[in-house]
C-alpha cells in the first residue's frame, strides 16, 4: 500500500493548497510574481485566534463570479477546487536517471444546512470529486519505499471522495459525522499554522498528514480514496478534544476504476482509531502549538511480517516459497504528534517560525515499519517584501520492522539471494514562493538515504546491489479555483 495520499485530503473547510500545473505554472509565474509583489493570500483555512486580512486579489483563478460566490457562501454553500501538480527528476544516485509528474485535479462543495435554515440546527453536507494523473519516481528510478511525489497513487482514476454528513451537537460540543468520508481529515491532522497544514509544505511523502507508518501498516483510509464510517468527536473547550470512529478496511477501493465502489465487496474488517488532543496557547489566547495523541486497531485478518519479503525480492524469487502463510486476527499501532512555534505568529499573514514532530508505532507482529517518525521546521515570511512565502526543512525516519530483517537472516544463511532491510530516511529542503493568493510555486531538494531500507554498499548473496542514495529536484505547483 502506498500512502502518497495524505496531503491531498481536502477537509471541510475551503481549504485547497498543495501543488498544481507546473506548464502554467512556468509560464505565468514571473509575470504575476512582477505584477503582484506577493500579495496577501486568502486564508485556505481560518486560524481560531486571530481574523485573516483581507485579500488584495480575488482569492481563487476564477474569482467571485461576478458576485455569486460570495452570495452563495453568504447563504451557506462554499465551492472550491484546484489542480496540483508535482514534478521531481532525479539529479543523482538512484537506482536509474528519470524524471516524473504526478498531479490531481479537485472540486466540492459544503452546503451548511444550518445556514440555509437559521435556527434549524442542521449540519453540513460534504462532498468531493478529484482525479489523479501522472508516474512516479520513488517507483521508476529511485528505488525508496518513500514517496518523493506525495500526490501520487489511489489508482489514478476518477473518484468520489467525500461524500457525508456533520451534525453539531450541544452547542458544537459534540460533533457527529457519517457517509462516505475520508478519516485521515479527523486524525494524524498535524497543526494548521498561517491559515495552512504544516505537514502539506513538503513534496516528500514522509512529511505528508500521516506519513508512511499507519497507511502501510493497517487498513487506514487516505486521500484521496473514502469509505463507510463515521465519527464522534467532542470539543468540551476552544482547546481540548476527543475524537474516535469506526471505518471499513476495503483494500479495493485504492484500485484503479474504483473511485465509485460504493459496496462493501472485497471488505477485510473494521478500523477503530482514537486521538485526544490540545492547542496550546498563550496568555493572551493566541495559538502557540498543538500535542496530540492516539492509536487504532484494525479487525482484519492479515499475513504476518514474513509476507513483506515480496517487496523486496521478483515476483520469482525462490525465497518467497520459504514465507509462512501466517495469519493474525487484529493489528493494532499508536501515533504522537507535537508542534509549538518558536517565534512569532501562527495567524494567517503574520511571520513566525514553528517546528514539528511525529512518532508512530506498528505492530510488531503485522507491520512493515515499526517506527516511523518525522521533524521539522518552517519559516513563514522568511524575505522582505515576501510575507507569505514559507522555507521548510524536515527529516523523516522509516525504521522497516527488525522481525522481517531477522527473518532475511535466516533465509540468507539458508542459502536464498534476499536482501538485509534497515531504515530508509530522507531530507528536503524547499521554498514555497506565494506568487498570487491562487498559486504557489514550490521548488525543492530531497536527499533520499538507503532507499528501501536496503544498503547500496553491501551484497547480499547471489543478489544485486541495493538502490543508491537519491538526490532528487521536485517543483510543486497549485492552482486554486
Known amino acids: 500500500m502506498n500512502s502518497t495520499q495524505h496531503c491531498a485530503s481536502l477537509s471541510h473547510s475551503k481549504k485547497l493548497l498543495a501543488a498544481g ?41 476564477l474569482g467571485d463570479w461576478g458576485g455569486s460566490r460570495e452570495s452563495l457562501a453568504q447563504k451557506g454553500i462554499t465551492v472550491y477546487g484546484g489542480i496540483t ?12 536517471s528519470g524524471t516524473a509528474n504526478a498531479g490531481q485535479f479537485a472540486i466540492g462543495t459544503n452546503i451548511d444546512f444550518g445556514q440555509l435554515n437559521p435556527g434549524s440546527g442542521a449540519g453540513t453536507l460534504h462532498f468531493l470529486f478529484t482525479q489523479r494523473y501522472g508516474s512516479s519516481l520513488a517507483t521508476n528510478s529511485l528505488g525508496s519505499l518513500i514517496s518523493v511525489q506525495e500526490i501520487y497513487g489511489a489508482g489514478l482514476t476518477d473518484r468520489l471522495s467525500e461524500l457525508d454528513y456533520a451534525q453539531p451537537l450541544f452547542d458544537n460540543k459534540l460533533n457527529v459525522e457519517f457517509g462516505r468520508v475520508v478519516m485521515q481529515n479527523d486524525f494524524i491532522t498535524g497543526g494548521t499554522y498561517w491559515g495552512q497544514s504544516v505537514y502539506c509544505l513538503y513534496q516528500n ?16 483510509g487516505y486521500a484521496p480514496t473514502s469509505q463507510w464510517g463515521a465519527r464522534v468527536k467532542f470539543t468540551p473547550s476552544g482547546s481540548f478534544y476527543m475524537t474516535a470512529g469506526g471505518y471499513q478496511v476495503n483494500p479495493v477501493y485504492g484500485l484503479s476504476g474504483q473511485g465509485f465502489n460504493l459496496s462493501t465487496n472485497g471488505d477485510t474488517g473494521m478500523m477503530f482509531p482514537f486521538e485526544t488532543g490540545a492547542v496550546l496557547r498563550n496568555k493572551d489566547g493566541a495559538k502557540v502549538g498543538d500535542v496530540s495523541v492516539g492509536g487504532y486497531y484494525d479487525t482484519s485478518n492479515v499475513l504476518n511480517y514474513e509476507s513483506y519479503l515480496s517487496k523486496f525480492v521478483a515476483p520469482n524469487n525462490p525465497a518467497l516459497t520459504a514465507v509462512p502463510q501466517t495469519f ?21 499573514g503574520q511571520p513566525g517560525t514553528m517546528f514539528f514532530t ?22 513563514h515570511g522568511t524575505f522582505a517584501g515576501r510575507p507569505n512565502d514559507i522555507l521548510a526543512f524536515g527529516y523523516t525516519y522509516n525504521n522497516i520492522n527488525p522481525r522481517l530483517r531477522t527473518f532475511e537472516q535466516e533465509l540468507q544463511g539458508a542459502g536464498y539471494a534476499v536482501p538485509l532491510n534497515g531504515v530508509e530516511q530522507a531530507l528536503e529542503l524547499n521554498y514555497s514562493a506565494q506568487l498570487t493568493p491562487w498559486l504557489v510555486l514550490r521548488p525543492g531538494i530531497q536527499y533520499v538515504m538507503n532507499p528501501s531500507g536496503e544498503s547500496y554498499n553491501v551484497n547480499y548473496p547471489g543478489g544485486i546491489v541495493g538502490p543508491k542514495n537519491g538526490l532528487v529536484f521536485g517543483l510543486g505547483t497549485g492552482i486554486t479555483f
Request: proline letters at 9%; glycine letters at 14%.
Open 21 to 61: 500545473v507546473v506548464g502554467v505554472a512556468l509560464a505565468i509565474a514571473p509575470a504575476l510574481a512582477l505584477a503582484d509583489g506577493g500579495a496577501t493570500p486568502a486564508p485556505i483555512a481560518q486560524a481560531s485566534d486571530a481574523p485573516a486580512p483581507a485579500p488584495t486579489l480575488a482569492p481563487g483563478l
Open 85 to 96: 501538480d508535482e514534478a521531481a527528476t532525479m539529479l543523482n544516485g538512484g537506482n536509474r
Open 205 to 220: 511523502n514522509g512529511f505528508c498528514g500521516t506519513g508512511d507508518g499507519v497507511p502501510n501498516n493497517s487498513g487506514w
Open 328 to 348: 493474525q486476527r487484529g493489528r493494532d499501532g499508536a501515533w504522537f504528534q507535537f508542534d509549538h512555534l518558536l517565534s512569532g505568529s501562527a495567524a494567517p
Open 358 to 379: 511525529t512518532y508512530e508505532f506498528g505492530d510488531p507482529q503485522t507491520a512493515l515499519f515499526s517506527s516511523f517518525v518525522d521533524a521539522g521546521i518552517a519559516r
